[in-house]
């Protein structure tokens, strides 16, 4: 499948109980080629009715985060576990993030990262592994299929508690040079 069938297949989504509240998927944004791909959790009410990922107060955060490594949403792709807004902004359920990890596997497939940062604990306990704790295990990497993987607190957590913010900025600043070491083109080199 390439990008446009990608992305018109899943608009046209129906696999779970979300297409019936949804205003728009929200399929992911950014450089189709990035070295780097962040994912999320799932679209809140501002991502819902703009179809676009992180464009609330979380995503003004995320944006002033990537700045201070360097990056964009032009050099990056940013994805979510689910595509469609869970209600009320709730945890999405198992059957919605399983019948919709096939769309973040086939954009996985077609971006082909070398790094993958999880934005928050339920996007890294789907990626990495399903006992993730973000709070001991954020920053820390590892490697699957030849991607190396890590996890940052998500943005609205931060704003939920300020004082985890400096721990984070150590996240995103190994993050950054682990891209300055593996990633060919993500600074233009």
């Known amino acids: 499948m390439d990008w446009a069938s990608l992305k018109e297949s899943c608009n046209n989504c129906k696999r779970c109980a979300l297409w019936e509240t949804r205003t728009n998927v929200v399929f992911g944004a950014g450089n189709e080629k990035a070295e780097v791909l962040f994912i999320g959790e ?7 009715l703009s179809g676009q990922p992180f464009v ?3 995503g003004k955060l995320l944006d002033d985060m990537l700045s201070i490594i360097d990056l964009d949403r032009t050099n990056i792709y940013i994805a979510n576990m689910v595509k469609c807004r869970p209600p009320h902004n709730r945890d999405p359920l198992g059957i919605e993030k399983d019948e919709c990890i096939t769309w973040l596997r086939e954009q996985t497939r ?5 790094i993958i940062v999880c934005l928050g604990r339920i996007s890294a306990m789907a990626i990495i592994r399903e006992d993730f704790k973000i709070s001991v295990e954020h920053g820390q ?3 699957k299929n030849g991607i190396k993987m890590t996890a940052l607190y998500h943005p609205a957590a931060l704003l939920r508690d300020p004082r985890r913010k400096p721990e984070t900025f150590d996240d995103l600043k190994e993050i950054q040079r682990v891209i300055k070491e593996i990633c060919e083109h993500t600074y233009n080199k």
């Open 141 to 143: 990497w590892t490697e």
């Open 56 to 58: 609330g107060r979380a």
């Open 42 to 48: 799932g679209p809140g009410e501002q991502e819902d």
């Open 110 to 114: 077609l971006i082909n990262p070398k």
